[in-house]
Every structure is written in structure tokens, then in C-alpha cells.
């Protein structure tokens, strides 16, 4: 804040991207309806302010850029719920808790970088999902390393702080994550996936290009695992 009110400030863009990552191979968050239930019980822009100037509540696991415009809205019918997935809607989220019917734990553990930020991004989901979902969040704070490591093999039993920072502007940095075995740590995969991000990759027409990878990008927010 003190910095935003200098006379020469400016914002510049950062294609990065933070987001919390589902191990999709352990209950409860091997179910897709929980993992779209805690996506849409968070408060994105609670969470982005939290991070100063010049970032944005992601709805995507892709930044926008000047090439790229990201989804920002996906209807789905789980079991006969309508809902868009990527909204803020705490509504919907205790629809498809409800509709879950394997016991959900009453505290859910989230594996943290002991960052200032990251610290105080957890104890706004705490507060966000005591709210809207009736669950409390435990928090382990790790050093920078060993929660790095631990978060890209998958070693935490619930969610982790996860993101990236890109070394050139393409959606397919972001994408690229999920196409190894392990899924960036969330021990998610799919041949499909992995099949259509590599032709969006081959493609040497723009537009052709744009629409693989805007489906490449709904596969990827369908199966949620971040």
C-alpha cells in the first residue's frame, strides 16, 4: 500500500499463476464434486488482494495475455446440479457437498510455503470454508524448499499451496504442468489431455491453435485438480 502511493509507481505485468493443487488419489478430493464444492467456496479476490497491486483473482490456472483470453465461465450438470464451477458460489458448493456421499473430513490439511502471504491466503480459506462449507483447515508451514518438493511429488494427504512462474508467455506453460505423470502433484492424468496439449502445441495455425488450447484448458478445469 505505502509503495502504490508513490509518485512514480507502476504496475507491470507478471505471467504467473498461484493456485491450490487437489491430491485427486486420496479422499475426500478424489471426488470431482469436492473438488469443484471447495473451488467455489473460495473468495478469489479476498485472495488476491491479499498479494498487493496488479493481481487479479484467477478463475484459471492460465493468466490472461494479449494472445490469450482465459475461460472464465463453465457450466456443468453433475448429478442433476447446475452450476458454473469456476464462480464464487457458496451456494452451489453445499449442493455438491450434499450430494457426496462418502463421509467428509471435518478438517481438511493444506501444505504451506512459510511466506507472509501464502500464511495469510490460508487463514482467509480457513475463515472462507468455516463459513461456507462448515469445514475448519489445518495449516503446515514448511520451508521453501521442502514444501516445493513435497508439493510436486504430491506428498501432502489433502491440498497445497501450488503455482508457476513462466518462462514465456503461452498457455501452454501452464498446461504442460499436467501432462506429467504425477499431474504437477496432484496425481492427476489423462491421455486425452496430454494428446490434445500436445497438438495444440504442433499447430502452426493461430486460430486452430486458440480453439485446441481453449479446449485443452475446459478438459483441465473439468477434472479440477487445482
Partial sequence: PALRRMR?????????????AFNTATPPFNDVRVRYAFNMATDKQRIAALYGA????????????ASYQPVEALQTDVDGIKCDILA???GAARQQLRAVRERIPSTIRILSPNSPEAQLASQVLRSEWRMHLGIDLEITILDFPEWIARMIQGDYPHIAWSGSSASYVDPTWFLDLFTSGNGYGTQWSDREY?????????????????????????QLLLAMPV
Fill in 54 to 65: 496488479g493481481n487479479t483473482p484467477a478463475r484459471s490456472v492460465i493468466p490472461r495475455s
Fill in 88 to 90: 464464487f458460489d457458496p
Fill in 194 to 218: 496430454s494428446a490434445l496439449v500436445a497438438q495444440a502445441k504442433d499447430s502452426s495455425n493461430p486460430e486452430q491453435r486458440t480453439g485446441t488450447l481453449t479446449e485443452c484448458e475446459k
Fill in 8 to 20: 512514480d509507481f507502476q504496475r507491470h505485468a507478471f505471467y504467473a499463476s498461484s493456485f491450490i
